[in-house]
């Protein structure tokens, strides 16, 4: 199995997909940077498949894997998710009149559009936070209290689309895709973008 760093060859040896992407991240790690992208035999490698032991525990004619310094790739990530979120908006809307059309095939279409959005937004935020060892708790922030609201409005936001799903309650579902998740779409941009600027900001320690 040939395995390559950012098109650099590496010598270390593989009998598995798993053990091919352990050993680039020990190499990536040695250089202060995280793995961002990873393509087997040509075919790129999505999230779902870290998880699938097929998979992993298979061999592939060759490995290639992109890294970043993580906190470029965090920073990234997270305005991508708050550009996202803009998008979102237009969905969410979209997916309220659907519903109150009658057109719920529709609607659930854009739902789940509007649902994975939300999910890579909350993602880029724990993950970020995680990869750098932030405390979201401590980040100087214009309103520092807005953070823990904002998380636990989302997860009362989506907690609410899915009682209105299975209750069917249509109405109620448009009103929290019209106006709670709206409000909630522009607060979460606004803290994304103020989290991404303060990681910008702040330098990387220096290797002891």
């Known amino acids: 199995m040939h395995i390559y760093l950012d098109d650099t ?4 040896t593989a009998n598995t997909l798993a053990d091919a992407i352990a050993a680039a991240r020990d190499r990536a790690a040695s250089n202060e940077r995280v793995i961002v992208d990873i393509a087997v035999d040509g075919t790129p490698l999505g999230p779902e498949h870290l998880d699938d032991d097929q998979v992993m525990g298979g061999e592939f004619e060759e490995v290639r894997l ?5 906190r470029a790739f965090v920073q990234v990530t997270m305005q991508d998710a708050a550009e996202a979120l803009e ?3 237009h969905e969410q809307k979209q997916a309220a009149e659907h519903f109150e059309e009658g057109r719920s095939q529709d609607g659930f279409e854009s739902l789940g559009r509007v649902i994975g959005v939300w999910q890579a937004a909350r993602q880029s935020l724990d993950q970020g936070a995680q990869l750098l060892g932030l405390d979201l708790t401590a980040m100087p922030l214009a309103k520092p209290e807005t953070l823990p609201e904002a998380i636990e409005q ?3 936001g989506l907690t609410e689309v899915r009682r209105c799903v299975q209750g069917q309650d249509w109405a109620g579902l448009s ?6 998740l709206d409000a909630l779409a522009e607060r979460w941009q606004s ?5 991404a600027a303060h990681v910008a ?7 002891p």
């Open 191 to 195: 803290l994304l973008g103020e989290v």
């Open 66 to 70: 992109t890294t970043a310094e993580p």
């Open 201 to 207: 900001s702040t330098e990387t320690p220096p290797k």
């Open 87 to 89: 998008h979102a908006r």
């Open 175 to 180: 009103d929290v895709l019209l106006y709670d």
């Open 9 to 12: 060859p590496l010598t270390e």
């Open 154 to 156: 989302l997860t009362a």
